[in-house]
C-alpha cells in the first residue's frame, strides 16, 4: 500500500510518497480502508516536532480519516467488515489503510460523504468540547468567536448557532 511518510523534520515538502506494507489488525483493532483523511493544523506541528507528540520516524501524518472496515481484529465488538466509520489516529491517516483500536471509532450515517466525515471529529469535537463542557453555552447566549475563519472557530459559529446562541464572528484580515 501507500502512504505519505515524514521521514525528517521540516514542513509539507519534506514528506514523501512510499510503498508500505498492509496492516493486519491487533487484538482490539479495526483496519480502516481510508476515503479521506482531514488535514488539520496539528498534522504541520507533528510534522515540524513542535507538537506534543513525538511520533518515531519515519510515521504518516493524518489525525483524523474516514472511510470502511476492511478486517476486524480479536476481541472488537460493534464494527464488522464493511461498516462506514470515522476515526481518531493521532497520526497515521495518510495511508491507504490504517489499523485503530475500535473505541477511536465510530460509524458514520451511509448518506454522510467521507470527506466530511474525515474533517468532523477533530475541529467540531473539539468546538464542542469548548462551547457545551467547558463555557456552557446556553440558548439565548451570545457567543463571541475570534478566529472565525479558521477549523475549530468555522465549526464554532456553526454549533454556537445550532445551539441557540447568538453569534458574532471575527477574522484577522478582511480576505478571511
Known sequence: MRAI????????ETLSLEE???PTPGKGQVVIEVKAVGINFPDVLII??????????????GGEIAGVVEAVGEGVRGFRKGDRVAAMTGWGG?????????GRCMKIPDAMPFT??????????T?????????????????FMPGAAGGVGSAAVELG??????????ASTNDK
Open 5 to 12: 511518510l515524514s521521514k525528517a523534520v521540516g514542513g509539507p
Open 20 to 22: 508500505m506494507e498492509d
Open 48 to 61: 515540524e516536532d513542535k507538537y506534543q507528540f513525538k511520533p518515531q520516524r519515519p510515521f504518516a501524518p
Open 94 to 102: 495518510l495511508q491507504e489503510r490504517v489499523a485503530v483500536h475500535a
Open 116 to 125: 466530511e466525515a474525515a474533517g468532523f471529529l477533530m475541529t467540531y469535537g
Open 127 to 143: 468546538a464542542y468540547y469548548a462551547l457545551k463542557d467547558r463555557a456552557g453555552l446556553k440558548a439565548g447566549e451570545t457567543l
Open 161 to 170: 448557532k445550532a445551539m441557540g446562541a447568538r453569534v458574532v464572528a471575527a
